[in-house]
């Protein structure tokens, strides 16, 4: 059982994971009687390395899917990366400029070519990067979200939703990215709050007199086709049904009357441009209005735009404004911090944009999803009030735009013919390939990752997999992805499979900086888990990102606590290395026998065990792992290492040997069960170890930890504390006036119930183990002529001669000394902060430390001094 000095994460940690997938423990069997746990991993883009946030939400997925392999489940935890369509064609074209090319240079075939040798690139870092994690992955079911299985799932939902009349086709207001020349989803949109403008414009009537209107984007009236006032507006009734001049482009626009308009906003008249804003579309679809869409693609005036064409639509506002205070047409520009949509992508200002696009139907899709949440049916959300998160995206939901004008993706199963227009739906081409061209289009990426849970597996084909892990379940992801995905897969699955995609979705957080900042490449506060991993091992990173906070909530990154936690690794090691060589390498796992006669530590320890292992497990099953974590972390440091260890080294020393062989079975029983649990938060420090104790064997497999109740003592526990608390009071004691522990000291200990009082005279020798005492006399009644320091305990009262415990007048001067000290710290920080321009120019954390250490000092001085003067009483 030979164990190194020093844990060293770098050397426990190499060629195991190979190992682990060379053996085939993660491999699943969709054969196996055992019952099915699967859980697929929210596939990574394409697009680069791995983030804390990746490891984070993997690491909570693996630490499910292993303890429930250690459950005796047929696990299945399904690997693959996503196509991420506009990112990684952006990124692709990135690259291609720097060698002095454009797609358009290389044509579809060959950029997709270029596409597909970035994706194996890339994946190749990530698959190096859930190497080092840890993650138990099934390499075997991997996929892709344009690998031929997958493709062949998009094509018949897309077929079958046209079939249905959940797919069109038509002209609709859109967000537009002009920098990326495609369309974006809602949520693919960010808004931000922008300076601007509100330009004041008149619009001539033909008596002489003119309309007053506002607007934020003056570019966009060159497509004006009406105005709009409320019919209830006697302001302007007289009129509706007349026309205004539109100014610059002298084109006549009709009054009309719509309740939409706001009689209270501005000035009660509105101008429609159904062209280029979504509500006036609707408007313009109501009135049967002319769409004048005056801008192209990439953000430039068009034709229809007159003398401004050819212009940038920002450049355009500068003129046009220009020519509207020119030709008396400009009443006033007022300032105006508005919203403004900006791509989640490119960063460009979004354009609402006229636009032929293809479309999912989403009424229907929605009441289905909102429908099965008011179910028994209902998928549970974790924490559970992020279900109205999702009922409120549900109930607000619009038509979802679902093409892309991209080359990277799933392109549209539609074809055109050349001659006739005809289009063919269908997940083949028409016969006759020739006289088609299909849609250029691709879809969004969202369209393929909905499918995600069930593609994966085999769907539309009924697949053995298919079978047995579907409906998979839980989902780990974060929240800010509801809509975007989580969302999206619910009603895919519901309408293509008619089940839940899974039964749980667990949703955590960001991981934020030390100071709560978004981790952010323009910030530069961003942190690569490989770096943290090389520094103190993926063990630590695993356990600081699973139990730093708790489900729902975001995390802060910290250095200190993943240090923390690699002393906590360390301290694990020692224990298990002191356990293994006090054990000896004769004593093994078959021969733990834990029938017989035990001391009360032995008693304790199980008892405590037992309770770890079950708070534990039913904090697990409850994605609880904070407090697992916590629970995990004072049993082990606690429990296990500051007390049973010592006390097991009494009977060691001077036991029988009947008391070694209890102590020995203790110790490997508990150590045993301390590495399980372990194993899914660290699990190659626990096969490390647990391999010195089975060289032969796995912990990957090892059966969960189990609890033997019939081992547990509640009295145990009543029992050790009180002897826990008579060593802490003796100990503190001693800290309180510098008595060193190899100083032996007399110790007096009265207890008035006589059960008691057996209880710690046969337990003696652990106070006379961590306490060092001249003299040991515990009795019904102490009494004592000398000065003495006095604790009361439960149960007990510890009673010290404070002769044998300090030199009177070397204590007094030594707390003299202290309290001098004191009070000089407590002048400098009062004079700190009564200092107001220190108070008042400071940063507010600094302040705030200041006032926390006057607190400190304070206290500290109150303490000394009221010491000092019980001293000088009795001396």
């Not at 990684?88 to 074209?93: G, H, I, Y």
């Not at 619910?490 to 499979?497: K, N, R, V």
């Not at 080294?649 to 062989?661: F, I, L, N, Q, R």
Request: proline share 5%.
């Amino acid at each position: 059982m030979e164990m190194s000095k020093k844990y060293d994460p770098k050397m426990v940690e190499e060629g195991k994971y190979e190992k682990w997938v060379e053996a085939g423990y993660f491999k699943s069997d969709a054969a196996s009687d055992k019952p099915p746990y699967s859980i697929v991993i929210p596939p990574p883009n394409v697009t680069g390395k791995l983030h804390l946030g990746h490891a984070w939400d993997t690491t909570l997925q693996d630490i499910i899917t292993r303890m429930k392999r250690m459950q005796g489940y047929e696990v299945l935890y399904l690997p693959g990366m996503d196509h991420a369509g506009i990112a990684t064609q952006a990124k692709v074209e990135a690259r291609l400029r720097e060698q002095g090319v454009t797609r358009h240079d290389l044509g579809r075939e060959k950029f997709i070519e270029r596409a597909w040798d970035w994706k194996e690139e890339y994946a190749d870092f990530i698959r190096s990067q859930w190497k080092k994690l840890g993650l138990g992955l099934d390499y075997d079911k991997e996929r892709f979200t344009m690998d031929e299985g997958l493709s062949k799932a998009v094509r018949k939902v897309f077929v079958d939703m046209y079939n249905k009349g959940m797919i069109y086709r038509g002209e609709y207001i859109i967000n537009w990215d002009p920098a990326t020349q495609t369309a974006l989803s809602d949520i693919e949109v960010i808004h931000k709050e922008v300076e601007g403008n509100f330009y004041h414009v008149k619009y001539p009537l033909p008596d002489g007199n003119h309309l007053e209107i506002a607007t934020t984007r003056p570019e966009t009236m060159l497509g004006d086709t009406a105005i709009v006032v409320h019919p209830d507006d006697d302001r302007y009734r007289e009129y509706i049904g007349k026309t205004v001049t539109l100014p610059i482009m002298e084109r006549e626009l009709p009054i009309i009357s719509d309740p939409y308009v706001d009689m209270e906003f501005g000035t009660g008249v509105m101008k429609v441009t159904p062209a280029h804003d979504p509500n006036d579309f609707v408007l313009g679809e109501r009135h049967e209005l002319k769409r004048i869409n005056v801008m192209n693609e990439d953000g430039t005036m068009n034709d229809l735009a007159g003398r401004y064409a050819g212009m940038d639509r920002f450049e355009c506002r500068k003129a046009l404004v220009k020519d509207l205070e020119a030709e008396g047409y400009l009443i006033k520009v007022e300032p105006h911090v508005h919203s403004v949509g900006h791509s989640e992508r490119s960063g460009a200002v979004v354009e609402p944009y006229l636009s032929t696009q293809w479309f999912v139907k989403m009424d229907d899709l929605a009441k289905k999803s909102l429908d099965n949440q008011d179910s028994d049916n209902a998928i549970n959300f974790v924490p559970e009030r992020f279900d109205a998160t999702f009922r409120r995206w549900m109930e607000d939901i619009r038509d979802w735009c679902i093409s892309r004008q991209l080359w990277w993706g799933h392109q549209i199963p539609a074809w055109y013919h050349k001659e006739s227009g005809e289009m063919h739906v269908g997940m083949e081409p028409p016969a006759d390939p020739d006289n088609w061209v299909q849609d250029e289009d691709v879809l969004d990426t969202w369209f393929s990752s909905a499918l995600w849970p069930f593609s994966t597996m085999g769907w539309p084909e009924e697949t053995e997999d298919l079978k047995k892990f579907f409906p998979t379940n839980v989902l780990v992801t974060g929240y800010d992805i509801i809509f975007f995905w989580v969302a999206r897969m619910i009603f895919s699955s519901l309408e293509h499979t008619g089940e839940n995609p899974f039964d749980d979705v667990l949703l955590h957080g960001l991981v934020r900086d030390e100071q709560n900042r978004k981790m952010s490449k323009s910030l530069g506060n961003g942190v690569d888990p490989m770096d943290v991993i090389e520094k103190y091992g993926a063990d630590a990173l695993r356990y600081f990102l699973s139990t730093g906070t708790t489900p729902g909530h975001d995390l802060r990154y910290s250095d200190e606590k993943v240090e923390s936690v690699w002393n906590f690794i360390n301290k694990i090691w020692n224990a298990s290395r002191f356990s293994l060589m006090n054990i000896g390498e004769d004593f093994g796992m078959e021969d733990i026998n834990l029938e017989g006669e035990k001391s009360l530590a032995d008693e304790w320890i199980l008892t405590r065990l037992n309770e770890t292992i079950g708070n534990v497990t039913q904090l697990s099953e409850h994605y609880e792992f904070g407090e697992a974590g916590r629970l995990l972390y004072n049993f082990i440091w606690d429990d296990f290492c500051d007390w049973y260890i010592e006390m097991a080294k009494v009977p060691m020393a001077e036991g029988t040997e009947a008391e070694k062989a209890m102590t020995r079975s203790v110790l490997l029983h508990t150590l045993d069960n301390i590495l399980k649990m372990l194993h899914p938060f660290m699990p190659f420090v626990t096969e490390e170890i647990y391999q010195t104790i089975e060289p032969d064997r796995t912990i990957v497999t090892s059966e969960w930890a189990k609890a033997h109740t019939h081992l547990s003592n509640p009295t145990s526990e009543d029992a050790m504390a009180l002897l826990v608390d008579i060593i802490k009071s003796v100990r503190q004691t001693r800290n309180e006036v510098n008595t060193p522990l190899s100083k032996p000291i007399d110790i007096f200990i009265e207890v008035k119930d006589a059960a008691r009082r057996e209880l710690i005279e046969n337990n003696r020798h652990y106070i006379e183990r961590f306490c060092n005492p001249g003299s040991l006399d515990i009795s019904s009644e102490v009494v004592t002529e000398e000065d003495v320091k006095t604790d009361v305990v439960n149960g007990a009262t510890v009673i010290l001669p404070l002769s044998g415990l300090i030199d009177m007048q070397e204590e007094i001067a030594r707390l003299e000394g202290e309290l001098k000290r004191l009070e000089g710290e407590l002048k400098r920080v009062d004079g700190k902060l009564g200092n107001e321009k220190f108070t008042a120019n400071a940063p507010a954390d600094v302040v705030e430390k200041e006032r926390e250490k006057q607190i400190g000092y304070q206290s500290q001085f109150n303490e000394v001094r009221e010491r000092l003067d019980n001293l000088k009483r009795k001396g």
